[in-house]
Nanobody, 129 residues
Framework: QVQLVESGGGSVQAGGSLRLSCIVS????????MGWFRQAPGKEREGITIFYSGSGSAAYVDSVQGRFTVSQDKSKNTLYLQMNSLKPEDTSMYYCASDPSESWACRGRHWYARSYNFWGQGTQVTVSS
């Protein structure tokens, strides 16, 4: 079965960096749309980046543009989220998500959590000021 396992979260001071990993198993990862989401307590789950594994193309929301970078290592079936210049408002639980049914590109709908069938368990990121 499809499984996503995140790791790499932790506590850092503002301005610091973290790299999250998402290991994907259970299906051919090479062509699918992947998303990174975050959810703070009492808030909705927010899509912060969508990434098409076939081409390596990515899009970011304005709040993380220029600070966060998504990448992949296909040989390891792993997706990464490099987070630099972290701010206290980045504090959240971070999730990766997969839509294996989409094998050509990410679509506008992939900014929304309901478009994904599979989710990891999440990893907590806490940024102190």
């Amino acid at each position: 079965q499809v499984q996503l396992v995140e790791s790499g979260g932790g506590s850092v001071q503002a301005g610091g960096s973290l790299r999250l990993s998402c290991i994907v198993s259970g299906y051919s990862y090479s062509r699918s749309c992947m998303g990174w989401f975050r959810q703070a307590p009492g808030k909705e789950r927010e899509g912060i980046t969508i990434f098409y594994s076939g081409s390596g193309s990515a899009a970011y929301v304005d709040s993380v543009q220029g600070r966060f970078t998504v990448s992949q290592d296909k040989s390891k079936n792993t997706l990464y989220l490099q987070m630099n210049s972290l701010k206290p408002e980045d504090t959240s639980m971070y999730y990766c998500a997969s839509d294996p049914s989409e094998s050509w590109a990410c679509r506008g709908r992939h900014w929304y959590a309901r478009s994904y069938n599979f989710w990891g368990q999440g990893t907590q990121v806490t940024v102190s000021s």
